[in-house]
């Protein structure tokens, strides 16, 4: 086994078991069409768990690394636009998720204003 750090998902075991879990179970194909929901009001709280899923597990080695500069980008846009929402303005929990997934986004080298030619 080839180790990279002391976290859970840095050695080549956790590495090829998350990818045969997001293989098997779709998911991240099931957060990027919650994330692409239109309607940020009526689905708030649809969007936020299937962002939260980025917060959880949105790192190198876990999610799969074609996604997950989009997947970032569509997490953060979408959180961004439910803070703006009246029953959210001010959620401390929202803003320190989107504080945390813009972190994983420059530890990718992305800019997190950067334009997206995937975003919608």
């Known amino acids: ?10 050695n080549d075991d956790a590495a090829d078991w998350f990818g045969d879990l997001f ?12 994330l692409k929901t239109k309607d940020v009001e009526e689905y708030a709280g649809k969007i936020r768990a299937a962002a939260y899923m980025l917060v959880a597990l949105g790192r190198v080695y876990i999610w ?7 997947h970032l ?7 961004d636009a439910i803070s703006r929402l009246e029953d959210y303005e001010g959620d401390e ?4 998720e989107i504080a945390e997934l813009r ?7 992305a800019e997190p204003g950067a334009a997206d030619d995937d975003a919608p």
Request: positive net charge; without cysteine; hydrophobic residues 50%.
């Open 103 to 109: 972190s994983r986004l420059k530890t990718l080298g």
């Open 1 to 10: 086994m080839g180790a990279w750090g002391g976290a859970a998902w840095d």
């Open 23 to 34: 293989a098997a179970t779709k998911l991240a194909q099931r957060v990027e069409k919650a």
């Open 64 to 70: 799969p690394v074609e996604d997950l500069d989009r």
């Open 93 to 96: 929990n929202i803003a320190a």
């Open 73 to 79: 980008r569509l997490a953060i846009e979408k959180l």
